[in-house]
């Protein structure tokens, strides 16, 4: 499966899922794709960014409070 970023002649911008690039490439030769806020059957491919599998950054855990702990550990409602 591939996720394509579209955009129809109206400027609406939408995901679509396909089979494969062939897949994307025979609806759209056979105007088989259509907006989903206008019905526009002229749409084309986007530019998206790609999706890397990287390894990702750390999350640091919120304080009770919802405020980003701070350096000491403390949570920052309870200074004061």
């Not at 806020?37 to 990287?54: F, R, S, Y």
């Not at 999350?59 to 405020?67: E, K, N, S, T």
């Amino acid at each position: 499966m591939i996720r394509y970023s579209l955009e129809c002649a109206h400027d609406h911008v939408f995901e679509q899922w396909f089979d494969n690039m062939a897949d994307y490439d025979a609806k759209a030769e056979t105007k088989g794709l259509s907006c989903p806020e206008c019905g526009d059957t002229q749409v084309h491919k986007t530019l998206m960014a790609p999706n890397i599998g990287g390894p990702k950054a750390p999350v640091q855990p919120a304080a009770p409070c919802g405020a980003p702990a701070c350096a000491s550990g403390l949570c920052p409602s309870m200074m004061g």
